[in-house]
Nanobody, 121 residues
Framework: QVRLVESGGDSVQAGGSLRLSCVAS????????MAWFRQGSGKERERVAA???????DYADFVEGRFTISKDNAVNTVYLQMNNLQPEDTDLYYC???????????????WGQGTRVTVSS
């Protein structure tokens, strides 16, 4: 059984930083594409960043160099370092896994329950 468990969400002020973690079990981060998505109320789930099995990364335009996705295959964990957070980054952040790095949410097979990020101005 595959499980993705996110942690690290919190409330911060604008300009602050957070690091999200996603611990995977039942699959290996070394053989899957891992990604972070986010979704606000009434909005579609959008991909924030992805890291492929070979370590190559891809970011949404709105990240603008502020976020970094990484992974530690030894502990089957993916991270999202978020710096210079802004109020518009307030969302529920989800970890996802699949064999392919797809751009849109419906194509991803495995999902975590989400961790909430709130940024106040």
């Amino acid at each position: 059984q595959v499980r993705l468990v996110e942690s690290g969400g919190d409330s911060v002020q604008a300009g602050g930083s957070l690091r999200l973690s996603c611990v995977a079990s039942g699959l290996t981060t070394s053989t899957h594409c891992m990604a972070w998505f986010r979704q606000g109320s009434g909005k579609e789930r959008e991909r924030v960043a992805a890291i492929d099995d070979d370590g190559s990364t891809d970011y949404a335009d709105f990240v603008e160099g502020r976020f970094t996705i990484s992974k530690d295959n030894a502990v089957n964990t993916v991270y999202l370092q978020m710096n210079n957070l802004q109020p518009e980054d307030t969302d529920l952040y989800y970890c996802a896994a699949d064999l392919g790095c797809r751009a849109v949410a419906p194509y991803w097979t495995y999902w975590g329950q989400g961790t909430r990020v709130t940024v106040s101005s």
